[in-house]
């Protein structure tokens, strides 16, 4: 179980990532030059949330980690509260009307929230100038990948628990599985290999999703294969891996540990050159990598499909270039599928909760902001409390 310290921080965390590419911050971004500084906030607190994401296996976080995780869950809370407030400010504008009248009354309204959208902007440059000072000290306190694993336990892959879910614990997975499958298999006669890009940031559920496509459709395919990399893959290891999982010729097989990179991926493009595949590459983080694996799939002309999970959409839009490609955006739960999935963890039941603990469930999946992840870590820390009677 992850330290209370780093569920909180990436609880605060994951919601705010949710708002900002929601259409109500984009308010803001018509203001000139701030567009580009609210990309470079989201794309440096995307980055903070991977930073935190590395400390998911500690349960005994020393105190200079727990202080920067700290400085990271205020200035989430911060960064939230000025978005929160620049909204208020603007208000909805009340009903529109055609004509005269309603240009009188927008330009009224904007002459009126002038002084909040230039608040805004200076409030930003004060939140990246935090950003960076919080990313500093982190390298200051030497918080490397060393301090990430927990002493005495052996490392797991946060992902695990994705491929590995049962079917009865997944929530608001089945309309974008069957969606997505449906393209997949479309068009089953020869045709080019196809691409979809599953793209959102971490802990929104993109591997279960992929999991879950994977489940349904891989018995309509010659071969196919799941590959979990990271922010250093290791090419090689990741080609034998897929080798591994297609062919089941050990005499195929017999020398693959000997084999350098480029054998193993001239060995891969013989087995894969006259079959239909199915490959899900998880979590890539980089152009460079995808370039590098993608290298090793034929376009073969035989319906093939690949599936590859990315947080970073230019990786994304690298995997699909064709236009028969395709990226799937993820997005947060919907407030149903978030209730139901707490209260299930929790109470064993999407519809069950006692009455007492309504408004509290309620404020706290305000706060998990429809983040699968935050649901699940905050519900797992609840539901393993000591009941008090």
Known sequence: MMAPVVTAALGALGPLLAKLTDPLANECGRLKGVRREIRSLRSELTGMHGA?????????????????????????????????KFIHHLGDGGPQ?????????????????????????????????RIKQVKELKTSYRLDDTDCTTTGHATVDPRLAALFAEQAHLVGVDGPRDNLANWMLDEENKNPRRVLSIVGFGGLGKTTLANEIYRKIQGRYDCHAFVSIS????????????????????????????????????????LLQEKRYLVIIDDIWSIVAWNAINCAFPENNCSSRIVATTRILEVASSCCPGPDDQIYEMKPLSD??????????????????????????????????????AIISISGLLANRPRVK
């Open 52 to 84: 935190l994401r590395k400390y998911t296996n500690l349960v005994n976080p020393d105190e200079q980690v727990k202080e920067w995780i700290s400085l990271v869950r205020e200035l989430a809370y911060d960064t939230e509260d000025c978005f929160d």
């Open 97 to 129: 009307e055609a004509g005269f009248k309603e240009f009188i009354r927008k330009t009224a309204r904007r002459l009126k929230t002038l002084g909040a959208r230039r608040g805004i902007a200076n409030q930003i440059d004060d939140l990246n100038l």
């Open 231 to 270: 922010q250093k893959p290791d090419t090689k290891k990741i080609i034998k891996d897929v080798i591994s999982q297609v062919s089941d010729s050990d005499a195929f097989k017999k020398d693959i540990e000997i084999w350098d990179e480029k054998t193993s991926i001239s060995k891969l493009r013989e």
């Open 336 to 373: 149903p599928h978030s209730q139901g999935l707490f209260f299930k963890r929790i109470f064993g039941s999407e519809n069950s909760c006692p009455h007492i603990f309504l408004e509290v469930s309620k404020a706290i999946l305000t706060k998990c902001g429809g983040l699968p992840l």
